[in-house]
């Protein structure tokens, strides 16, 4: 993958650079050894590695504003930083940034649950909401899977989502407010903790722009009161395009399960030696988890084991007590990290109507054999959210390559069958040059225009989401 040139002038003004980002945060907050700079050379994209030029580590939106004020003036470009866990290089460096990691704020500034939001800021991890407001019997609905490590203001940038999110909305509809900083240190607030707010909804434009924009350094969040129970269901299919269709039947029914969840036979086995879930031997595996009161939980896994009947599945679980069921889930959030210790993965990320669950499964397995590669499905399935993990051997010259090519084929196909580029994990630097898949050139440009306003100087998470020929012609020294 190509990346852009680093800018010369800026690489030979580091020492100056540094001395100034140091005078306006303390030395504590500026890394610029070569030897420390090399923990975020990279996120989970791990294929792809740059060190920055420094990292600065800031503990208030006003010395955010501050560095990015200075980066505005002097021209040098700054690619911002939750925890680093996305899975398309979003987070990645290019040699001549400054890195703004927004991990040491993380405080949760208020809690309010009678109009029911929290407001923490951008560092916090997304699990670590949930723990604040527990207690009061509520819990922030999306849950990626990385949910341990990955902070509220990398979720709003890539609209995360995860597996509850099918009945509750992925970030954008749990969003009600940000506080951001533009380029050049402008700090702006978008919504708020009332349902609706005056003017263009530019909060919706911010959310899921991926560090395009501006730094988000507070989010508003909205909070859920916890079902009365939940219980999730394992139902095992001969294969995965019955599996596929059994997720079609659940949904067109009417009947709206908290999560959907499917993992094929190499998933599974990866997920059982982790996790001891007690996962059935099969081809494909649903998790579906139901909630309400015990009388609602039980109407609803009567009508999902109906529409499974039909399907014939291999066998149909209830999860009996709560360590099972947390059991089950430990295995399938645990999926990704799971795999790593087996093989090295490209993980995808495309998006199609659940009415074509089936059919796409099949041509996934066709363009994998065809490639002499080896596929494994995880991904949420209600939401027709797909994460095929592309296995190739890292230490194989040109197996990285032919992987990407796959990848590249499995992603057109999710557009051909009316779907999307990506679901959750964004663009970043992975897919930028298939935006072109999925979008005119006027649509790119009307796109490109937006970060034109935010942005003119183009210095913000620079060589990403956009084909990297059109952001470079934009980027004015
Ligand atoms: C094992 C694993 C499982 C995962 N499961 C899921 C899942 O189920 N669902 C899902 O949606 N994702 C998942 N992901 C992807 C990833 O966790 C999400 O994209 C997450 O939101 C990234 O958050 P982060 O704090 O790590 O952001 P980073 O990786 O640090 O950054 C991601 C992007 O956000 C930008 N950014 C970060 N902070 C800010 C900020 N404050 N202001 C502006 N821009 C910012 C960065 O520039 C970058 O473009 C998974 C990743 C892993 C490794």
Redesign the pocket.
């Known amino acids: 993958m190509e990346m852009p040139r680093p800018d010369d002038r800026i690489l030979s003004r580091k020492v100056d650079l540094v001395d100034r980002l140091v005078r306006l945060v303390g030395r504590g907050a500026v890394i610029d050894d070569p030897a420390a700079i090399r923990a975020y050379e990279c996120?989970?994209l791990t294929a792809y590695r740059c060190p920055p030029l420094c990292v600065v580590l800031p503990e208030t939106t006003e010395a955010v504003a501050a560095v990015l004020h200075l980066c505005h003036e002097e021209r040098v470009p700054v690619?911002?930083?939750?925890?680093?866990?996305?899975?398309?290089g979003?987070?990645l460096p290019t040699a001549d940034c400054v890195l703004l990691g927004?991990a040491r704020m993380n405080r949760v500034l208020e809690i309010d649950t009678v109009n029911r939001f929290v407001r923490v800021e951008?560092?916090l991890t997304?699990l670590a909401v949930t723990r604040a407001v527990e207690e009061a019997g509520f819990f922030y609905a999306?849950?990626?899977?990385?949910q341990l490590?990955?902070?509220?203001?990398?979720?709003?940038?890539?609209?995360?989502?995860?597996?509850h999110c099918l009945k509750y909305g992925?970030t954008t509809n749990n969003l009600m407010g940000v506080r951001?900083v533009l380029m050049d240190g402008t700090v702006v607030d978008l919504g708020g903790p009332v349902f609706d707010a005056g003017g263009l909804d530019l909060l919706a434009v911010v959310c899921g722009s991926?560090?395009q924009l501006?730094?988000?350094?507070e989010a508003t969040l909205r909070i859920l009161p916890r079902a009365e129970d939940a219980r999730p269901v394992l139902i095992a299919f001969s294969s995965n395009e019955v599996a596929g269709a059994c997720v079609s039947d659940i949904i067109r029914a009417g009947v709206l399960p908290v999560a959907i969840e499917f993992m094929d036979r190499p998933c599974i086995a990866a997920c059982e030696a982790f996790a001891q879930a007690g996962y059935p031997e099969c081809e494909a595996l649903l998790i579906v988890e139901v909630e309400g009161s015990p009388a609602e939980i039980d109407d609803q896994l009567t009508r999902i084991r109906s529409i499974a009947a039909r399907h014939d599945p291999v066998e149909f679980r209830a999860a009996r007590d709560a360590d099972e069921a947390a059991r089950i889930w430990l295995g399938r959030k645990s999926a990704?990290?799971a795999m790593g210790q087996i093989n090295d993965y490209l993980c995808l990320d495309g998006t199609i109507p659940v009415s074509e669950l089936s059919a796409v499964l099949a041509g996934i397995s066709t363009l994998a054999k065809d490639a002499g590669l080896q596929v494994a499905n995880v991904f949420?399935a209600g939401d027709g959210n797909m994460h095929p993990l592309i296995l190739y051997d890292a230490n194989s010259p040109g197996e990285l390559e032919k992987a990407e090519r796959l990848g590249a084929d499995i992603l057109r196909l999710c557009v051909a069958a009316g779907g999307c580029l990506t679901?959750?994990?964004?663009v970043?630097v992975e897919k930028r040059d298939l935006m072109e898949v999925q979008f005119s050139a006027e649509d790119i440009e009307a796109q490109m225009r937006v970060k034109d306003v935010f942005d003119p100087h183009w210095l913000l998470?620079p060589a990403?989401v956009f084909p990297l020929g059109a952001s470079r012609a934009r980027r004015i020294a």
């Open positions: 996120d989970a690619v911002p930083r939750g925890s680093g866990t996305s899975l398309s979003g987070a927004l951008a560092g997304n999306p849950d990626p899977s990385s490590a990955c902070a509220i203001g990398g979720n709003v940038a890539m609209n995360s989502g995860g597996a992925v951001m991926e560090g501006g730094v988000v350094t990704f990290g949420h679901g959750e994990h964004g970043g998470n990403k």
